[in-house]
Antibody
Framework: QVQLVESGGGVVQPGRSLRLSCAAS????????MHWVRQAPGKGLEWVAV????????HYADSVKGRFTISRDNSKNTLFLQMNSLRAEDTAIYYC????????????????WGQGTMVTVSS | EIVLTQSPGTLSLSPGERATLSCRAR???????LAWYQQRPGQAPRLLIY???SRATGIPDRFSGSGSGTDFTLTLSRLEPEDFAVYYC???????????FGQGTKLEIK
């Protein structure tokens, strides 16, 4: 069964840090690009970051660049998001998502999503 | 950065009717990288369409996508009760790569 399970969310004060994890199963994690996408309460979807299959390439949304770091451990089939200098506007459900592929070519779309983990930044 | 604008914001229809959702970009989007998602309340988004017109695995054929350039459409041919949800379009492009979503269209039961 193809599955992504996020963890690590919670309530954190502004300026503090939090690390999210995403455990993957049911597909070849080590050959898949992976993303984080977030959704503020009652709002739409916002892409956060992407990491290539081997971790060599990473890209971020302008809103989190310099504060968030995406990484992965292919030996443990796990994706991470280190979030530093958190702000109230980072409050959201954070989803990890897998890049879709056909014949090795990326779709630029997300075909598998986790259930999300809630991050609340509040004093 | 490419901005995607979805219309209408809310669409009220009855089961069995046809729904047409629009996604417009301020600048041309590669059809290869335009996708549609469905999000039901309390659930994660689900990929419906990628490459503007290719259905994802397990998606019923009542869902279809079309369009090119700056205008894209998601059509639901005969609405089922479970189709009432929020729909998002999304594009990929640029250097460095960027993934942007439209603001969503809520499809509600009339």
């Amino acid at each position: 069964q193809v599955q992504l399970v996020e963890s690590g969310g919670g309530v954190v004060q502004p300026g503090r840090s939090l690390r999210l994890s995403c455990a993957a199963s049911g597909f070849t994690f080590s050959t898949s690009g992976m993303h984080w996408v977030r959704q503020a309460p009652g709002k739409g979807l916002e892409w956060v970051a992407v990491i290539s299959y081997d971790g060599s390439n990473k890209h971020y949304a302008d809103s989190v660049k310099g504060r968030f770091t995406i990484s992965r451990d292919n030996s443990k089939n796990t994706l991470f998001l280190q979030m530093n200098s958190l702000r109230a506007e980072d409050t959201a459900i954070y989803y990890c998502a897998k890049e879709g592929y056909s014949y090795g070519l990326p779709w630029g779309a997300f075909d598998i999503w986790g259930q999300g983990t809630m991050v609340t930044v509040s004093s | 950065e490419i901005v995607l604008t979805q219309s209408p914001g809310t669409l009220s229809l009855s089961p069995g009717e046809r729904a047409t959702l629009s996604c417009r970009a301020r600048q041309s989007v590669s059809s290869s990288y335009l996708a549609w998602y469905q999000q039901r309340p309390g659930q994660a988004p689900r990929l419906l369409i990628y490459g503007a017109s290719s259905r994802a695995t397990g998606i019923p054929d009542r869902f279809s996508g079309s369009g090119s350039g700056t205008d894209f459409t998601l059509t639901l041919s005969r609405l089922e009760p479970e189709d009432f949800a929020v729909y998002y379009c999304q594009q990929y492009g640029g250097s460095p790569p960027r993934y942007t979503f439209g603001q969503g269209t809520k499809l509600e039961i009339k």
